[in-house]
């Protein structure tokens, strides 16, 4: 968390291989990533990362079921193998029923679902999401956060650049940031325990 | 593999759906250069095939003999010929006269050749239309028939004579009009004119007792003998090589397929340019797909991949389209008249003009596409989710200037400031468009009608050549006004921002719209001002014989009228745009 302009953004893109640092090095999965290729940096991302951002950047042109399996597909799966971990993941994400609607034709928290299901389609070891509710009214945020919730519980891993407090309260380490530095590094739990849910708003 | 396959297949198809018009525009680009050069290699065939094919079927002579001497003293020159070593078949000597003939009120120069039914061993003309000579009929050379207006039925008067036209017949001995050669008995300085044949018991009347020449057809064992020499003079007799004959007849076209062949390089500029233009409209969105596509684990050489199959797609698609336009369209600017057998048309286009036509239409694409896409596809992911556009370099020069401008030429400076590449787009965009435009205006200066004597009438060598540059400057003109329109609009939309900014700080809407007008006309003006003399330069590489020059006048409107189009084609979609309220344009801008 932190004011805007501190670097949350910038150090999501460094963690994700979505940009190259000027100094120091990036270290994701004991892997030094900041002097990969910018192949090697793809496969990366493919097998390794999961990406959600604010605007989603889900492709226009493609269905909602196309969308998530697309990096499925960049991974070399079979298209029917590819197609039917999307449907899980849509149902997960309880869009099932909105797999052949165009980005155009969903509403803002559904758009965002997609994208999370996308993030997830390779079973990525973590889901970089960069204010996955900043585009969102309160009823969508509530979804967001309800299954990112399902997600911690479920044991994925998830890093979360946001300016909401909600999200923070169903994290298990909050790292504050100012001035492109650490300023606080609070780990609340290692267990579930005295982590709140998002009903509460608060914990 | 066959998923990621599925993956390039999709997003393309889908992509070319979503973006219908920009795909047509491209089709559009694209083929126009493709078509115009199938056009310009099938006139290249048109050079050579007719003669031959013509040749062929009429039992082309190998050398046509005519002494400079008339009457028997002509005929005794001949008369070894028949029997000379080497030569293996021969037909006549036919009569000929070089009279006047009168058609439709012209009277015009005339080679006139005296001809039986009887079939003959060398130079049988085909008849394309009506009947062979007979006493009483005449029989007329197509193109020359074609320039005088006569039709088979049509009745003409040879040397005052009454002729009734039977029919119109072909031949490989002599070259169609206008160079049929006509001459003073006796001289050998040649005029134009056209070819005709009447009965051969006719010509001594249709003479009216001036001394006949006459004419010999030869075949030799040895190919090398026709072929080693295009016109020569010995013994007082003239020697004219099929091979001088074909080049006659080819002089027909060559112009002409100068011009379509560097017109076909123009229009490939500006398909070039086009095909950028549209590519750079949607720059910021492919960007944008490009960095969403790294971000889920694609490298460069599948973004590379799924940009560049949409493209080759189209480029393909596109190369049928102009070989097919290019096939249908070749037979109309060499058949009419072109006195010749066959048309380049009814035969499909040769494997050569397949692949060189493919090529250029996917080397369009490919190079119109290519350096934005590995551009984009070498940029950091975030850089390429956003937008970024140029930023100008500060100067306290620059400062200086700026602060003294008015504000619609300070507004156009800023805008080429921030996308410099559009706006070398539209000076490639006008430099193309005026350079043909000129090229025409020099074709239109020149005379195009050949003296026959009395009489002069079109030269269809000029008319053939001025088809051919207005069919180039017709399509030049619809792809640099699809480009305009794309341009302009694409200009208009990615300045909404910095004109909404200038409007919040007090610039009017006029202004504004003046701003966008002057930052087209800029680059406009670069490339109004370079394509007159190089416009005037490509016409002087091409043509032959005296040139005229158009009045400055001609080329001053036409300027103007470039710059006009280009101004009010601007205008229009910023006044539109200036509508909006500024906090509207401002806040889509920011989202």
Sequence with gaps: MGPSGCGKSTLLHLLGGLQRPTHGEVWLAEHRIDTMSERALARLRR?????????????????????????????GQSPRR??????????????????????????????????IARALSNEPLVVLADEPTGNLDSAATLEVLRLFEELRTGGQTLVVVTHDARIAAVADRIISMRDGAFVDDSRLAGTTVGTGTVYGGWR | MTGRLLLVCRLMVRDLRRRRTETVLLLLAISAAAGTLTLGLALDNALARPYERTRAATAGPDV????????PDALAALAPLPTAPGVTAHSGPYPMAYLMMTAHGRTVQTVVQGRDASPAALDRPVVTDGTWVRPGGVVIEPTFANALGVHTGDTVEVNGHPLRVVGTAVTAARAVYPRADWRFPGSILVQSSGLVWVDSSQIGTLADGQRLSYTLNLRFVDPHASTSFHNMLRDGIEYHSWTAIADSNGRLVRQAHRALLIGSWLLTALAVASVANIVAGRVVDQRRRVGLLKAVGAGPAMI???????????????????????????????????????????????????????????????????????RAAATDTVHALVDAATSPRRRRWRVWLSRRMPAALLIGVRINARRPRRARLVMVNTLVTMTALAALLMGLAQDRQVDLGETELANPKETRTLQAMLLVVVVLCVLALVNAIVSTWTAVLDARHPLAVARTLGATPVQASAGMAVAQLLPATLGVALGVPLGIGLYLTVSMGEIRYPPA?????????????????????????????VADVLRSARA
Aim: overall charge positive; cysteine-free.
């Design chain 1, 47 to 75: 097998h390794h990362v999961g990406f959600v951002f604010q605007s989603f950047h889900l492709m226009d042109e493609l269905t909602a079921v196309e969308n998530v399996e697309l990096a499925a597909l960049l991974a």
């Design chain 1, 82 to 115: 590819a197609r039917q971990r999307a449907m899980t993941l849509l149902d997960r994400v309880g869009l099932a029923d909105r797999a052949k609607h165009l980005p155009s034709a969903l509403s803002g928290g559904q758009r965002q679902r997609v994208a």
């Design chain 2, 64 to 71: 046509v003999a005519t002494p400079v001497t008339t009457g």
């Design chain 2, 304 to 374: 590379a991949g799924v940009h560049l199959a949409e493209y080759l797609v189209l480029g393909l698609v596109a190369a049928v389209i102009g070989l097919t336009a290019g096939w249908l369209t070749a037979p109309a600017l060499t058949n009419p008249g072109a006195g010749l057998l066959g048309a380049t048309g009814v035969h499909p286009p040769a494997l050569r003009t397949v692949i060189t036509v493919t090529a250029l239409a996917l080397a369009i694409a490919a190079a119109a596409t290519l350096a934005p896409v590995l």
């Design chain 2, 553 to 581: 006048s001609w080329m001053l409107a036409v300027a103007l009228a470039v710059l006009l189009a280009v101004a009010v084609l601007t205008a229009l979609p910023a006044l539109a745009a200036t509508r909006r309220p």
